[in-house]
């Protein structure tokens, strides 16, 4: 082997050691998640307790850290689930996604999607040397009703964090990592004179921030871009703008935490958007799979 097959040969170990996400496994996960007895949503909170026990079920396989957040909404209690690691360190990344559904529907995209995405950063955080401390957070009523109301799980969450007065360097929502196209004109925006810029295929995953999003959003959406292997927009705009707040950072923005949201971009791609056509057959798991390693290649390099 000369020299530069020995550098090309460091490069691609190297990458492969950091791109883990197994497209089986996720599969799995998302069969637990999506074909259930009954839906997940806000006024079914026993298919949501079977939910949040097989997201910690899942959590148990790679930390000894886990925690479940109850909180109580109109008489019935719900469940946030935590799982941590690096817990040797004061400062956090915050990681979240949401279980519940809008409606009758699987919610494959919508979220199931980023709940994998955390089962799979669990599996591969596991044993790992980190310079922070990791929590990856499964939130309920993140949908309507109770969208944007105190009652929302990450609401709850980012709450407690002020409360108890917790060092956040920043926060990460895995929100509908899932759906692709490379159709023309299967991309969307809420403002046309987008597609100049970002193009109308829906091949990409985005990095959304607001203006003034902080440190922790511009540097973690910077080094993704850099270093995933998906194409990779980022995206920053007013708070205003319609969409850019619609998941779960939206609480950690209200708290004054630097936050940002992974997403596939919701409706303005994917049709299925709170539709009972949101199911695991319309994924793209390869990658969905390059999305979940980018994020563990990120979090490698902070």
Not at 16 to 42: G, M, P, V, W
Not at 106 to 131: F, P, T, V, W, Y
Request: a positive charge; charged letters at 25%.
């Amino acid at each position: 082997m000369n020299f530069f097959q020995l550098i090309l040969f460091s490069f691609l170990f190297h990458c492969n050691c950091l791109a883990q996400t197994d497209t089986n496994i996720l599969k799995t996960e998302l069969i637990h998640l999506t074909k259930t007895k009954s839906f997940r949503t806000y006024n079914n909170p026993s298919q949501l307790d079977r939910t949040a026990e097989y997201i910690d079920s899942v959590f148990k396989n790679y930390s000894d850290s886990l925690e479940m957040q109850p909180f109580l909404v109109s008489g019935k209690l719900y469940n946030n689930v935590i799982c941590s690691f690096g817990t040797q360190n004061n400062k956090r990344i915050i990681i979240g996604a949401h279980y519940d559904v809008c409606g009758p529907q699987e919610g494959a995209d919508d979220n199931a999607s980023g709940i994998a995405g955390l089962l799979e950063l669990a599996r591969q955080l596991k044993g790992k040397k980190l310079n922070y401390r990791i929590d990856l957070v499964a939130y309920t009523l993140e949908e309507p009703p109770y969208f944007k109301s105190e009652y929302m799980g990450s609401y709850i969450h980012a709450k407690s964090l002020v409360d108890n007065k917790i060092d956040v360097f920043g926060m990460i929502s895995l929100e509908m990592i899932g759906y692709f196209s490379d159709e023309k004109n299967s991309q969307s925006y809420p403002l046309k004179f987008l597609s100049l810029i970002y193009g109308k295929k829906g091949n990409y995953i985005t990095m959304v921030n607001k203006f003034t999003s902080g440190h922790f959003a511009r540097s973690f959406s910077r080094k993704y871009k850099s270093k995933a292997s998906i194409r990779t927009k980022k995206f920053k705009a007013p708070k205003v703008l319609r969409g850019i707040d619609f998941s779960d950072h939206l609480n950690y923005w209200k708290f004054g935490f630097s936050a940002l949201m992974i997403t596939d971009t919701a409706f303005y791609r994917n049709h299925n958007y709170h539709q009972k056509t949101d199911t695991l057959e319309t994924l793209d798991l390869k990658r969905m799979a390059e999305v979940i390693d980018g994020v563990l290649k990120v979090l490698s390099d902070f």
